[in-house]
């Protein structure tokens, strides 16, 4: 009881790393400094198995423990909110959401390292199961030619105002899940490049845009019909509905096997877009039953969506979910995605969206069309060049059908 009242106790794991208590931020970083010892820091939220199962299997290492516990100063930061936090957590609420906003925590478990002046040097976001290599990465922080963030600044130095070089840094600090650079890179990126709305360019900034803070959220929002000429009807509106969606908590189910608050979402996206907020809604519910695999309703809720939205169907989304449909054993689920298949292929007859639509046919036991369609689809992809890998595979299913593998 005593030790707990005292602080910058350590809250020791057995054998394992011990995780300061009783400190704040702030706090942690006077006594690295005063300690002239790195910052160890444990990014994590309670819905995440695989934050715990480092908890579990590599923190909890005497190995680990006595790398950690001599060379850093080790901090835990809940980057969630619960019913059951403790005083502990509740007290660190403030300084985690600073921490997620200043160093951009993009996918938990986040590791960050950081030098006894309080400088951020490091990072690792993932897992492993080898205590040996957790703690090889670990110690990369102590090596400034093997510090990931000390190599990006002299990458981002060097890259200057070219922007191939600039989208290579783009997606190593996107594959990295580094937040810091990412948004950085991502708006240097969009400023150097003067063509916006090739088919390259949107692909890639699609790919890199994540969050409405991010540059080119606004490009989807506010040039949505430039973005679908070129890459498809409703792509731009998906685009920006998914990341509303994700900010608002909507897709928190997926995670935590809970219902969603609809009425709490709701009112969350009418404060960013309430003009999109029904239909943002009507895709919710849609994902939600699918998730569940309460199939019945997600069928009537598709057949109401299809028809409430017949002018302005997103065929991308729509083709998303008969291609789910693909991969499960239900023959209600068949004859119904080949039905909305028919009603997207009506917007938009792009070669992928016929493979999909071929696979829908197959799955609705009309094998020959099937086989007629993956033909058509790989003629039209062959006309578009520069696509010989998915020629390849759509030429692989197409022998699977021909020979009644599939």
Not at 255 to 265: E, K
Not at 272 to 284: G, H, I, K, Q, S
Request: with cysteine; net charge neutral; aromatic share 10%.
């Amino acid at each position: 009881m005593l030790a707990a009242l005292l602080p910058g106790f350590a809250w020791a794991q057995g054998d394992g790393i011990q995780f300061e208590k009783g400190l704040r931020w702030q706090q942690i970083k006077e006594k690295a400094k005063k300690e002239n010892r790195y910052i160890f820091m444990d990014c994590y939220a309670t819905w995440c198995a695989p934050c715990k199962m480092m908890s579990d299997s590599i923190f909890t290492r005497k190995e680990v423990g006595d790398v950690f516990n001599r060379k850093f100063i080790n901090v835990k930061v809940q980057m969630d909110k619960t019913a059951k936090d403790n005083d502990e957590v509740k007290s660190w609420y403030e300084d985690a959401a600073a921490i997620a906003k200043e160093y951009g925590v993009m996918a938990v478990p986040n590791f960050f390292y950081f030098s006894p002046e309080g400088k951020l040097v490091h990072l690792f976001v993932g897992t492993t199961t080898d205590p040996k290599q957790f703690i090889e990465i670990s110690e990369k922080a102590f090596d400034p030619s093997m510090q990931y963030f000390t190599m990006m600044a002299a990458e981002i130095k060097a890259a200057g105002n070219h922007p191939d070089s600039i989208r290579k840094l783009v997606k190593k600090a996107t594959k990295n899940n580094d937040g810091v650079n990412a948004p950085i890179l991502t708006n240097a990126y969009l400023e150097a490049s003067k063509d916006l709305f090739t088919k390259e360019h949107l692909m890639f900034v699609d790919e890199i845009t994540g969050r409405s803070a991010d540059k080119g959220f606004a490009i989807f929002r506010d040039n949505a019909a430039k973005v679908n000429a070129v890459l498809g009807k409703g792509v731009a509106e998906l685009k920006v509905a998914k990341i509303i969606l994700m900010e608002a908590g909507a897709f928190n189910f997926m995670a935590d096997n809970s219902t969603p608050d609809y009425a709490a979402i709701e009112q969350r996206i009418k404060a960013v877009m309430p003009d999109r907020a029904e239909r943002m809604m009507d895709m919710l519910k849609l994902h939600y039953h699918l998730q569940i695999q309460d199939y019945d309703e997600f069928r009537n809720l598709m057949d109401a969506y299809l028809k409430k939205y017949e002018k302005q169907l997103y065929p991308v989304e729509i083709f998303g979910y008969v291609q789910m449909t693909l991969f499960m054993n239900n023959p209600k689920m068949h004859q119904a995605a080949l039905n909305w298949s028919n009603a997207a292929l009506a917007e938009n007859g792009a070669p992928q969206n016929l493979a999909i639509h071929s696979g829908a046919l197959l799955k609705a036991g009309k094998k020959e069309d099937a086989i007629t369609v993956m033909k058509k689809a790989i003629a039209e992809m062959e006309k578009e060049g520069g696509m010989e890998q998915v020629v390849n595979a759509y030429s692989q299913t197409l022998a699977q059908m021909e020979s009644g593998e599939l």
